[in-house]
Protein backbone atom coordinates (compact mmCIF):
# COMPACT_ATOMS: atom_id res chain seq x y z
CA UNK A 1 0.00 0.00 0.00
CA UNK A 2 0.72 3.75 -0.75
CA UNK A 3 -0.16 6.84 0.90
CA UNK A 4 2.44 8.63 0.45
CA UNK A 5 3.03 10.47 -3.25
CA UNK A 6 7.15 10.44 -3.30
CA UNK A 7 7.64 7.00 -2.86
CA UNK A 8 4.57 5.97 -4.94
CA UNK A 9 6.37 8.00 -7.63
CA UNK A 10 9.67 6.76 -6.80
CA UNK A 11 8.30 3.12 -7.54
CA UNK A 12 7.25 3.57 -10.43
CA UNK A 13 10.10 3.07 -12.71
CA UNK A 14 10.54 -0.71 -11.02
CA UNK A 15 7.05 -1.24 -11.49
CA UNK A 16 6.54 -0.34 -15.37
CA UNK A 17 4.83 -3.50 -16.63
CA UNK A 18 1.87 -3.18 -13.72
CA UNK A 19 1.60 0.65 -14.97
CA UNK A 20 1.24 -0.98 -18.85
CA UNK A 21 -1.12 -3.72 -18.00
CA UNK A 22 -3.04 -0.73 -15.80
CA UNK A 23 -3.22 1.68 -18.42
CA UNK A 24 -4.70 -0.96 -20.86
CA UNK A 25 -7.41 -1.04 -18.59
CA UNK A 26 -7.84 2.24 -17.49
CA UNK A 27 -6.40 4.58 -19.99
CA UNK A 28 -9.11 6.69 -20.78
CA UNK A 29 -10.04 7.59 -17.26
CA UNK A 30 -6.04 8.19 -17.03
CA UNK A 31 -6.15 11.07 -19.45
CA UNK A 32 -7.83 13.85 -17.54
CA UNK A 33 -6.05 12.47 -13.53
CA UNK A 34 -3.13 14.27 -13.61
CA UNK A 35 -1.02 14.25 -10.74
CA UNK A 36 -0.02 17.80 -8.83
CA UNK A 37 3.33 18.25 -8.87
CA UNK A 38 4.49 19.61 -5.25
CA UNK A 39 8.12 20.43 -4.45
CA UNK A 40 9.65 18.18 -2.35
CA UNK A 41 11.23 21.10 -0.02
CA UNK A 42 7.29 22.45 0.75
CA UNK A 43 6.29 19.18 2.38
CA UNK A 44 10.37 19.40 4.36
CA UNK A 45 9.00 22.96 5.77
CA UNK A 46 5.52 22.22 6.40
CA UNK A 47 6.86 18.66 8.30
CA UNK A 48 9.06 20.94 10.31
CA UNK A 49 6.67 23.48 11.06
CA UNK A 50 4.26 20.93 12.25
CA UNK A 51 6.80 19.23 14.38
CA UNK A 52 8.29 22.50 16.33
CA UNK A 53 4.37 23.28 17.03
CA UNK A 54 3.72 19.42 18.28
CA UNK A 55 6.84 19.92 20.39
CA UNK A 56 6.10 23.09 21.99
CA UNK A 57 2.88 21.50 23.11
CA UNK A 58 4.93 18.63 24.49
CA UNK A 59 7.33 20.55 26.32
CA UNK A 60 4.90 22.94 27.64
CA UNK A 61 2.70 19.77 29.27
CA UNK A 62 5.82 17.94 30.32
CA UNK A 63 7.66 21.33 31.99
CA UNK A 64 4.26 22.88 33.67
CA UNK A 65 3.59 20.34 37.16
CA UNK A 66 -0.27 22.31 37.10
CA UNK A 67 -0.32 20.37 33.67
CA UNK A 68 -0.07 16.86 35.02
CA UNK A 69 -3.44 15.74 34.55
CA UNK A 70 -5.53 13.51 33.13
CA UNK A 71 -6.58 16.30 30.20
CA UNK A 72 -3.49 17.28 29.24
CA UNK A 73 -1.94 13.74 29.08
CA UNK A 74 -4.60 13.13 26.69
CA UNK A 75 -3.21 16.93 24.78
CA UNK A 76 0.14 15.47 25.04
CA UNK A 77 -0.57 11.91 23.43
CA UNK A 78 -2.82 13.72 20.97
CA UNK A 79 0.54 16.31 19.76
CA UNK A 80 2.78 13.05 19.88
CA UNK A 81 0.61 11.49 17.22
CA UNK A 82 0.45 14.50 15.18
CA UNK A 83 4.59 14.74 15.74
CA UNK A 84 4.50 10.75 14.12
CA UNK A 85 2.93 12.56 10.89
CA UNK A 86 5.64 15.34 10.84
CA UNK A 87 8.31 12.87 11.64
CA UNK A 88 7.22 10.30 9.10
CA UNK A 89 6.64 13.08 6.64
CA UNK A 90 10.23 14.41 7.07
CA UNK A 91 11.82 10.95 7.15
CA UNK A 92 10.43 10.59 3.51
CA UNK A 93 11.22 13.93 2.30
CA UNK A 94 14.45 13.70 3.74
CA UNK A 95 15.52 10.46 1.87
CA UNK A 96 13.22 11.91 -1.42
CA UNK A 97 15.50 14.89 -1.80
CA UNK A 98 19.09 12.50 -1.59
CA UNK A 99 17.93 10.49 -3.81
CA UNK A 100 16.73 13.12 -6.38
CA UNK A 101 20.22 14.53 -6.29
CA UNK A 102 22.23 11.41 -6.23
CA UNK A 103 23.57 11.31 -2.64
CA UNK A 104 21.63 8.38 -1.66
CA UNK A 105 20.86 5.23 -3.81
CA UNK A 106 18.59 2.59 -2.45
CA UNK A 107 17.23 -0.87 -4.04
CA UNK A 108 13.87 -1.22 -4.76
CA UNK A 109 12.91 -3.87 -2.31
CA UNK A 110 14.42 -1.61 0.30
CA UNK A 111 11.98 1.80 -1.17
CA UNK A 112 9.05 0.04 -1.07
CA UNK A 113 10.04 -1.73 2.62
CA UNK A 114 10.40 1.98 3.89
CA UNK A 115 7.32 2.73 1.95
CA UNK A 116 5.32 0.50 4.27
CA UNK A 117 6.84 1.41 7.80
CA UNK A 118 5.83 4.89 6.57
CA UNK A 119 2.31 4.15 5.66
CA UNK A 120 2.03 2.40 8.89
CA UNK A 121 3.69 5.37 10.95
CA UNK A 122 1.02 7.30 9.53
CA UNK A 123 -1.43 5.09 9.60
CA UNK A 124 -0.96 4.37 13.04
CA UNK A 125 -0.71 8.36 14.03
CA UNK A 126 -4.25 8.53 12.45
CA UNK A 127 -5.80 6.22 14.30
CA UNK A 128 -4.44 6.85 17.26
CA UNK A 129 -4.73 10.93 16.64
CA UNK A 130 -8.63 10.26 16.35
CA UNK A 131 -8.43 8.02 19.23
CA UNK A 132 -7.52 10.61 21.33
CA UNK A 133 -9.44 13.10 19.87
CA UNK A 134 -12.51 10.78 21.30
CA UNK A 135 -11.15 10.21 24.68
CA UNK A 136 -10.75 14.39 24.92
CA UNK A 137 -13.94 14.30 24.38
CA UNK A 138 -15.30 11.87 26.74
CA UNK A 139 -12.67 13.77 29.62
CA UNK A 140 -14.52 16.83 28.89
CA UNK A 141 -18.22 15.24 29.05
CA UNK A 142 -17.26 13.78 32.54
CA UNK A 143 -15.76 17.01 33.73
CA UNK A 144 -19.03 19.23 32.94
CA UNK A 145 -21.65 16.47 34.03
CA UNK A 146 -20.13 14.26 35.92
CA UNK A 147 -18.06 17.31 38.12
CA UNK A 148 -18.01 16.31 41.25
CA UNK A 149 -17.07 12.46 40.80
CA UNK A 150 -14.14 13.84 38.06
CA UNK A 151 -11.33 13.00 39.91
CA UNK A 152 -12.65 9.83 41.35
CA UNK A 153 -13.88 8.17 37.48
CA UNK A 154 -10.74 10.11 36.13
CA UNK A 155 -7.74 8.35 38.16
CA UNK A 156 -4.51 8.70 36.38
CA UNK A 157 -4.25 5.26 37.11
CA UNK A 158 -6.81 4.50 34.14
CA UNK A 159 -5.90 8.02 32.02
CA UNK A 160 -2.59 5.65 31.77
CA UNK A 161 -4.28 2.32 30.55
CA UNK A 162 -6.38 4.16 28.27
CA UNK A 163 -3.21 6.01 26.84
CA UNK A 164 -1.69 2.87 26.55
CA UNK A 165 -4.34 1.02 25.28
CA UNK A 166 -4.96 3.79 22.77
CA UNK A 167 -1.48 3.00 21.47
CA UNK A 168 -1.54 -0.48 21.45
CA UNK A 169 -4.97 -0.65 19.30
CA UNK A 170 -3.12 2.05 17.41
CA UNK A 171 -0.21 -0.18 16.36
CA UNK A 172 -1.75 -3.33 15.96
CA UNK A 173 -4.94 -2.20 13.42
CA UNK A 174 -2.28 -0.14 11.55
CA UNK A 175 0.08 -3.19 10.82
CA UNK A 176 -3.16 -5.20 10.29
CA UNK A 177 -4.28 -2.50 7.59
CA UNK A 178 -1.20 -2.03 6.03
CA UNK A 179 -0.64 -6.04 5.65
CA UNK A 180 -4.08 -6.79 4.58
CA UNK A 181 -4.91 -3.51 2.92
CA UNK A 182 -6.41 -4.97 -0.14
CA UNK A 183 -9.17 -7.18 1.90
CA UNK A 184 -12.84 -5.25 1.73
CA UNK A 185 -13.78 -6.25 4.93
CA UNK A 186 -10.65 -4.34 6.91
CA UNK A 187 -11.60 -1.26 4.71
CA UNK A 188 -15.19 -1.36 6.08
CA UNK A 189 -13.65 -1.73 9.46
CA UNK A 190 -11.28 1.53 9.36
CA UNK A 191 -14.24 3.33 7.58
CA UNK A 192 -16.49 2.42 10.36
CA UNK A 193 -14.31 3.27 12.90
CA UNK A 194 -13.64 6.71 11.70
CA UNK A 195 -17.31 7.15 11.45
CA UNK A 196 -18.12 5.93 15.00
CA UNK A 197 -15.32 8.54 16.06
CA UNK A 198 -16.98 11.45 14.39
CA UNK A 199 -20.35 10.48 15.63
CA UNK A 200 -19.44 9.95 19.09
CA UNK A 201 -17.47 13.27 19.52
CA UNK A 202 -20.56 14.74 17.29
CA UNK A 203 -23.10 13.63 20.03
CA UNK A 204 -21.13 14.60 23.17
CA UNK A 205 -20.24 18.13 22.10
CA UNK A 206 -23.53 18.67 21.22
CA UNK A 207 -24.86 17.55 24.18
CA UNK A 208 -22.56 19.83 26.09
CA UNK A 209 -23.53 22.53 23.78
CA UNK A 210 -27.35 22.16 24.74
CA UNK A 211 -25.80 21.94 28.25
CA UNK A 212 -24.25 25.37 27.83
CA UNK A 213 -27.39 26.87 26.57
CA UNK A 214 -29.66 26.08 29.14
CA UNK A 215 -27.18 27.62 31.76
CA UNK A 216 -27.04 30.42 29.73
CA UNK A 217 -31.13 30.60 30.16
CA UNK A 218 -31.21 30.08 33.61
CA UNK A 219 -28.68 33.06 34.47
CA UNK A 220 -29.94 35.23 32.02
Known amino acids: MSTLAPLRLLREPWNASEGNQS ?4 GAGSTWCQGLDIPNELFLTLGLVSLVENLLVVA ?3 KNRNLHSPTYYFICCLAVSDMLVSVSNLAETFFMLLMEHGVLVVRASIIR ?3 NVIDML ?3 SVVSSLSFLGVIAVD ?4 I ?5 YH ?3 TLQRAVVTMASV ?3 STVSSTVFITYYRNNAILLCLIGFFLFMLVLMLVLYIHMFALARHHLRSIS
Open 152 to 154: SIM
Open 140 to 143: RYIT
Open 167 to 169: WLA
Open 23 to 26: NATG
Open 145 to 149: FYALR
Open 122 to 124: ICS
Open 60 to 62: AIL
Open 113 to 115: HMD
